[in-house]
């Protein structure tokens, strides 16, 4: 049995900070950042009580590809992966807005359609659309970055008004985010994919925009299978997703919707499994090549090492 990873508590040399997020240990150094990608799960803004394995080394791998095969539409912040669970890259000032770019009528958009909203971040969506059904072009529904809490959903216009960001970085973080979303489509059709909706994060390093995060993950993006779209739209089926839609499932079943006073329900062992079959099934069927599980035995050992060869190279 794998054992999952849920926690690191590393101090490397020349190490000037540490951040632990929801899913990620990340440690600062001066120029850089060394981000451990963990087997925490979050749902509902609550991190599960137990760890998923293998779902870091997945992310992370998913994301080193994306970038890798997104780098000459826009710099990004990697500059290498010593590890499975690792990334490294430079240290950017971060925007404090993410860009949410959606093709298709899903998610939080459609819950606001349904409640008859027709404008979402100063974006108008047309009469007559139904749920999954695609935009005529791709709307961005900007959200504030939150450091606590849930992101809340805000305008270009207010962006710029309230000197989140400046209208000349703006108008470059849309022009990146359509150009990352056209090319993440192309990319997610060629495996029998549809890519939804997705979010990019940026940053400014030395007055240079580098995008940052991942990118294209299940846990930031939304796939539908494209074979058969058309036809559940047209008999009002609901659409087969790739997401960890599934999870939320769960809990939703188990009682919990990370309400306040609700109970995390604890997972059994083979849901667990089931979770980790499926996050490798989605690492295939997203990048097109085979998930190969790197040794768990000595984890965190094995990170360590890894990330302290690096800094000494």
Request: hydrophobic share 35%.
């Amino acid at each position: 049995m794998h054992i999952g990873l849920k926690e690191t508590n590393f101090n490397f040399p020349n190490q000037t900070g540490f951040y632990r997020g929801k899913v990620r240990d990340v440690y600062h150094f001066e120029d850089k950042l060394v981000i451990v990608a963990s087997d925490r799960l979050s749902a509902f803004d609550v991190v599960q009580p137990k760890p998923i394995p293998y779902k870091g080394q997945v992310l992370n791998q998913i994301a080193t590809k994306f970038l890798n095969q997104t780098s000459d539409i826009v710099p990004n912040w990697l500059i290498s992966t010593p590890d499975p669970n690792v990334a490294i890259g430079h240290k950017c000032e971060p925007f404090k807005v993410e860009m949410v770019i959606r093709g298709y009528l899903s998610g939080h958009a459609w819950r606001e359609y349904k409640a008859g909203k027709r404008l979402l971040c100063g974006q108008k969506m047309q009469n007559g659309l139904k749920e999954s059904d695609a935009f005529d072009s791709p709307i961005i529904t900007p959200t504030t970055k939150a450091a606590q809490g849930h992101d809340e959903d805000i305008s270009a216009t207010e962006i710029i008004q309230q000197k989140i960001v400046s209208t000349a970085d703006y108008q470059q973080l849309e022009d990146y985010t359509l150009k990352l979303y056209k090319r993440g489509k192309e990319i997610a059709l060629k495996q029998g994919l549809i890519l939804v909706d997705t979010k990019y994060e940026f940053g400014k390093k030395d007055g240079k925009i580098y995008l940052i995060d991942e990118i294209h993950t299940p846990d930031s993006s939304r796939y539908f299978y494209a074979d058969g779209y058309q036809q559940r739209q047209n008999e009002g089926q609901p659409q087969k997703q790739l997401s960890k839609e599934f999870v939320r499932q769960w809990l939703i079943e188990n009682g919990f919707q990370g309400k306040e006073g609700q109970q995390v329900p604890t997972m059994p062992e083979s849901f667990v499994e089931t979770i980790t079959h499926r996050y490798i099934e989605l690492y295939e069927k997203v990048t097109g090549t085979a998930f190969e599980k790197a040794d768990t035995k000595n984890i965190l050992n094995r990170i360590e090492q890894n990330i302290l060869l690096h800094l000494q190279s």
